[in-house]
């Protein structure tokens, strides 16, 4: 599907979808707490589809009724032989991972090719070290073994989908074990809204210090609530402002641990002057960044080495659609420069290249421009109202 924009100035009230980070954090430790818990609020994009499908493939039962879920985990980790649908979901890949590892028998794990190019070294390494089974093919993993409670070392400049997914695994597992993340440690909030999530169900999770996360043994218990608004897409909403749009974005909670809560920040020393900016604790906002920057003043971006492993290089995706427009950016090791730019439409169709973040990124520019993408359908991985608010708020695009 192919999205065309006229230029336009957005204008309006919106409120910011539910958070897909913490929507699986909440899910699986539902399951976990063994109790029945209802979750309100709960916005079914491709990932969280992802996620609730693997929870039902290993024996928890899943009740959809509007934007409520409820999760009966009586079931949860009974299932024989199962196999897990990941579909695209990094998260969902790399958090269920370990708890397949605490089953004691074979689970398959399926995905998208692009999905299973993305690293799992991590996990690959501990199979190897604990003689577990560990087969990775173009469109799936297999893995065998019983994980035990314990220590663990991981290294803390990789995702850390890798150490959320250990939490949850000690967690389900019941006593006490120790994370040891090896510096540098990037991505530390995530790590939080993990464990804060957990927290609601009773978990004792804890950094005992800088780089160790204890998991205690405790009594988990049911929570029901409602997810909280996610900044990392309501940031493409507002980044419309730095164009001249009037856009007032609600159901954000003001205290919230996400990371990618620094946009505002960052969008003000975009907007003011020519910034430096690290990027290795909210990656996902790289593409926004890069397109305000693009627009406004320039910037210089640190910690982009982790964008290459997201839906697409997002570095690469980036650059190569902003030449397109006749702009580009600038490489460097870790580092990606966006100069200032004079982006025109001319008249070539941009690729969303299958990235639900590059998709919106570009729209935020052709809004501006105007222009076409080619790939729109890319947003219902983790917003599928996506285009649906922005034309409410005024953008003309056509979906055909």
């Given at each position: 599907?192919?999205?065309?924009?006229?230029?336009?100035?957005?204008?309006?009230?919106?409120?910011?979808?539910?958070?897909?980070?913490?929507?699986?954090?909440?899910?699986?430790?539902?399951?976990?707490?063994?109790?029945?818990?209802?979750?309100?609020?709960?916005?079914?994009?491709?990932d969280i589809l992802a996620s609730m499908d693997?929870?039902?493939?290993?024996?928890?039962?899943?009740?959809?009724?509007?934007?409520?879920?409820?999760?009966?985990?009586?079931?949860?980790?009974?299932?024989?032989?199962?196999?897990?649908?990941?579909?695209?979901?990094?998260?969902?890949?790399?958090?269920?991972?370990?708890?397949?590892?605490?089953?004691?028998?074979?689970?398959?794990?399926?995905?998208?090719?692009?999905?299973?190019?993305?690293?799992?070294?991590?996990?690959?390494?501990?199979?190897?070290?604990?003689?577990?089974?560990?087969?990775?093919?173009?469109?799936?993993?297999?893995?065998?073994?019983?994980?035990?409670?314990?220590?663990?070392?991981?290294?803390?400049?990789?995702?850390?989908?890798?150490?959320?997914?250990?939490?949850?695994?000690?967690?389900?597992?019941?006593?006490?074990?120790?994370?040891?993340i090896i510096p540098p440690f990037e991505s530390?909030?995530?790590?939080?809204?993990?464990?804060?999530?957990?927290?609601?169900?009773?978990?004792?999770?804890?950094?005992?210090?800088?780089?160790?996360?204890?998991?205690?043994?405790?009594?988990?218990?049911?929570?029901?609530?409602?997810?909280?608004?996610?900044?990392?897409?309501?940031a493409f909403l507002e980044a419309f402002n730095?164009?001249?749009?009037?856009?007032?974005?609600?159901?954000?909670?003001?205290?919230?641990?996400?990371?990618?809560?620094?946009?505002?920040?960052?969008?003000?020393?975009?907007?003011?002057?020519?910034?430096?900016?690290?990027?290795?604790?909210?990656?996902?906002?790289?593409?926004?960044?890069?397109?305000?920057?693009?627009?406004?003043?320039?910037?210089?971006?640190?910690?982009?080495?982790?964008?290459?492993?997201?839906?697409?290089?997002?570095?690469?995706?980036?650059?190569?659609?902003?030449?397109?427009?006749?702009?580009?950016?600038?490489?460097?090791?870790?580092?990606?420069?966006?100069?200032?730019?004079?982006?025109?439409?001319?008249?070539?169709?941009?690729?969303?290249?299958?990235?639900?973040?590059?998709?919106?990124?570009?729209?935020?520019?052709?809004?501006?421009?105007?222009?076409?993408?080619?790939?729109?359908?890319?947003?219902?991985?983790?917003?599928?109202?996506?285009?649906?608010?922005?034309?409410?708020?005024?953008?003309?695009?056509?979906?055909?």
């Open positions: 599907m192919t999205a065309t924009f006229k230029p336009c100035i957005l204008q309006g009230t919106a409120d910011a979808p539910p958070s897909k980070s913490m929507a699986h954090r909440y899910l699986i430790g539902a399951a976990l707490s063994g109790e029945k818990c209802v979750l309100s609020g709960v916005d079914y994009s491709e693997c929870l039902q493939a290993l024996g928890a039962r899943i009740t959809v009724q509007g934007n409520e879920v409820t999760v009966d985990p009586a079931g949860f980790m009974q299932a024989e032989k199962p196999v897990l649908e990941c579909r695209e979901s990094g998260s969902t890949l790399r958090f269920f991972i370990p708890l397949a590892l605490c089953l004691g028998q074979s689970v398959v794990l399926q995905g998208s090719r692009r999905l299973l190019e993305r690293p799992l070294d991590v996990y690959e390494q501990i199979c190897r070290e604990n003689g577990f089974a560990f087969e990775k093919k173009a469109d799936s993993v297999t893995v065998c073994g019983k994980l035990k409670s314990g220590g663990y070392r991981v290294r803390g400049d990789i995702s850390s989908q890798f150490i959320t997914g250990l939490i949850f695994s000690m967690v389900y597992l019941g006593k006490e074990a120790v994370i040891e530390r909030s995530y790590i939080d809204l993990t464990i804060s999530a957990l927290r609601s169900f009773g978990a004792d999770v804890r950094f005992s210090d800088e780089y160790k996360i204890e998991v205690k043994t405790a009594k988990l218990h049911a929570y029901s609530g409602r997810i909280e608004g996610d900044y990392s897409n309501a730095l164009l001249g749009a009037k856009v007032a974005v609600g159901n954000l909670n003001p205290d919230s641990l996400q990371g990618d809560r620094v946009y505002r920040e960052y969008f003000r020393q975009i907007a003011e002057g020519v910034p430096t900016l690290d990027i290795s604790d909210c990656p996902d906002l790289g593409p926004v960044l890069f397109a305000a920057a693009a627009m406004k003043n320039g910037a210089v971006f640190t910690g982009t080495d982790r964008l290459k492993a997201k839906e697409s290089d997002r570095g690469a995706a980036m650059h190569e659609e902003l030449q397109k427009l006749g702009g580009g950016l600038v490489f460097g090791e870790n580092m990606i420069t966006v100069p200032k730019q004079n982006l025109q439409d001319r008249g070539e169709v941009l690729d969303g290249h299958n990235d639900h973040r590059i998709v919106m990124a570009l729209s935020v520019i052709l809004c501006q421009t105007g222009g076409c993408i080619a790939g729109e359908e890319a947003v219902r991985k983790s917003y599928p109202g996506f285009f649906d608010e922005i034309k409410r708020l005024g953008a003309e695009v056509k979906i055909k």
